[in-house]
């Protein structure tokens, strides 16, 4: 069942209470929850309820039971005291509910400024018993309803310091309305306050009618509570006094593009610039620290600007910055501008950060600042169809760990073109590896890749039981001149059955008697006449008369 608007209101209070007792701003104890800093504020202005899955984790957070924050254990004299009018009688609250809390029924009269109150004087008393009427309201604020609140307090018109105490009651509309009322005492230290029940558009136009004087050190309290576009809006009113390196605080609250813009206005980070193109600061006033905030802060062609503009300063770490915060297409532009400054580390770096398609382009670059290992991250991060590219582009730089290595990386309709690529680099290993990687249809164009390469007897048989056996006429043509006898039985008796004459028709003038022997015993025997005439073979008598017999069963 639903909690009543009453109880929520209520609770809503006593979290307000206890968070403050805590010592704890809503974003302090929405990230201990796990939560948003909104979710905290929804409660505390009575808007939802906490999850009963949270209530323990927020009970141990403000240090208090799940049985108080729902109220169980509240005192009802505490309740009766909170409604208790002072002077009155129990009941009055309720009985009097729509009756202004002032005393009279009319608004009392203003005093003249010309006249200064007299000591003990009904003006004098004024200050008194309009702070007495905001006490009472603030007791009555989780007991009333947010309209009839409303109407009270805009009746009182409390300043800024009271009005953060019925902020967590009181809707936007309303609290935008009193805190306008006392723009003579706005500051950003009371806006900080009241930041977490307004939404972000009303708390940047309470900031621009303030008239306050903005720095970082304000404006950080106030930017979890706006936009990031609001944020980025208010920075740029800030100073170009400021210290750059405090820049790196906002940078959580604004887009990355947008902050290292706003940065870079500061008078830190002014350069020399010559030709219209930025160049190397004749006299810089950067430090290492401005330059690190800058590249934090930046993204997208901000980031390869940097890398340019400041390419002969840069430190190590900044390079490895650099590379992950870049763009995984721009990796290789970035490569390029750092060619001459990269070491193995912000190598790997960027082998890691670079999109996978573009792995053979930032391997062109890099080629001959490549060493095995930086090699080998490179093939693990190529996408497995431009293995081949890769291969091509790093073929003299190859070891033999790297070849195992693009073998097992190659996509396997790759597999044939990456053979060939690599045909005067492979090992008995290699090939086997080749072969276990290629699908079986894309045997034969693997074979005639390997062409060139001193097949072994073993590495023969190896292609034969890989391939598909309708291909192996196909196959018969890439290694013919690798065949020996045995390779060309093996071959006979692995083929299918349709294929055998294609077969035999590319080996005709391999086939010794061994072989039309293995061919007419497999022939289907409605075929052989057939089959021996269009072959052309010419046979024995006793192959003859064997070929006769089976025609004859």
């Not at 600061?281 to 400041?310: D, H, V, Y």
């Not at 008369?545 to 004859?552: D, E, G, H, I, T």
């Amino acid at each position: 069942m639903q909690p009543n608007v009453f109880d929520m209101v209520k609770t809503g209070a006593r979290l307000s209470r206890l968070r403050k007792q805590a010592q704890l701003t809503q974003a302090e104890l929405a990230e201990k929850l796990g939560i948003s800093y909104q979710a905290v504020s929804s409660w505390e202005r009575g808007a939802s309820m906490p999850d009963i899955g949270k209530l323990l984790d927020l009970a141990s957070a403000l240090g208090t039971t799940v049985d108080y924050i729902l109220g169980r254990e509240e005192s009802k004299a505490a309740c009766e005291s909170a409604l208790q009018p002072e002077g009155g009688k129990r009941g009055a609250v309720s009985e009097e509910k729509n009756a202004p809390l002032h005393e009279e029924s009319v608004a009392p009269q203003a005093v003249p400024e010309e006249k200064d109150a007299e000591p003990g004087s009904q003006e004098a008393r004024a200050p008194e018993k309009e702070g007495r009427k905001f006490s009472r309201l603030v007791a009555l604020a989780p007991f009333l309803g947010q309209a009839e609140l409303e109407r009270l307090a805009l009746e009182l018109k409390p300043d800024l310091g009271q009005l953060v105490q019925l902020a967590p009651f009181l809707g936007e509309k309303a609290l935008k309305e009193l805190a306008l009322s006392d723009s003579e005492s706005m500051s950003t230290g009371r806006l900080t306050a009241l930041a977490p029940f307004m939404s972000s558009d009303t708390l940047e136009e309470l900031l621009g009618r303030s008239g306050a004087e903005l720095s970082i050190g304000k404006l950080l309290p106030l930017a979890p509570f706006l936009s990031q576009d609001a944020v980025a809006r208010l920075a740029q009113r800030l100073g170009a006094d400021e210290n750059a390196s405090a820049y790196k605080a906002l940078s959580p609250f604004m887009k990355g593009g947008v902050f290292g813009k706003i940065a870079s206005g500061a008078r830190s980070f002014v350069t020399v610039v010559k030709g219209g193109k930025p160049d190397a600061p004749t006299e810089s006033k950067l430090s290492e620290e401005e330059l690190s905030t800058l590249i934090e802060g930046s993204e997208g062609e901000e980031l390869l600007s940097l890398a340019s503009r400041f390419r002969d300063v840069l430190t190590k770490q900044q390079m490895l910055d650099l590379a992950d915060s870049c763009e995984s297409e721009d990796i290789p532009r970035l490569a390029e501008t750092l060619s001459d400054r990269l070491d193995a580390d912000v190598i790997a770096h960027l082998a890691d950060a670079c999109d996978s398609e573009d792995v053979p382009r930032l391997a062109r670059i890099l080629a001959d600042k490549l060493d095995g290992e930086s090699i080998n991250r490179l093939i693990d991060a190529c996408d497995s169809d431009d293995v081949p590219d890769l291969a091509r582009i790093l073929a003299d730089r190859l070891d033999s760990e790297n070849i195992s290595r693009l073998i097992d990386a190659c996509d396997s309709d790759g597999v044939p073109d990456l053979a060939h690529i690599l045909a005067d680099r492979l090992d008995d290993g290699s090939v086997n590896r080749l072969v276990d990687a290629c699908d079986s249809d894309g045997i034969p164009d693997l074979a005639s890749a390997l062409t060139g390469n001193p097949l072994g007897g073993k590495a023969v048989i190896r292609l034969i039981d890989a391939c598909d056996s309708e291909e192996m006429p196909s196959l018969a043509k890439a290694l013919k001149e690798k065949l020996d006898e045995d390779g060309v039985l093996y071959m006979i008796e692995n083929c299918d059955e349709d294929e055998l004459e294609a077969l035999a028709e590319v080996l005709k003038d391999r086939l010794s008697a061994e072989h039309v022997d293995r061919l007419l015993s497999l022939i289907d025997p409605d075929e052989l006449t057939g089959f021996i005439n269009r072959i052309g073979l010419n046979l024995t008598p006793e192959q003859a008369a064997r070929a006769l017999k089976r025609m004859q069963e």
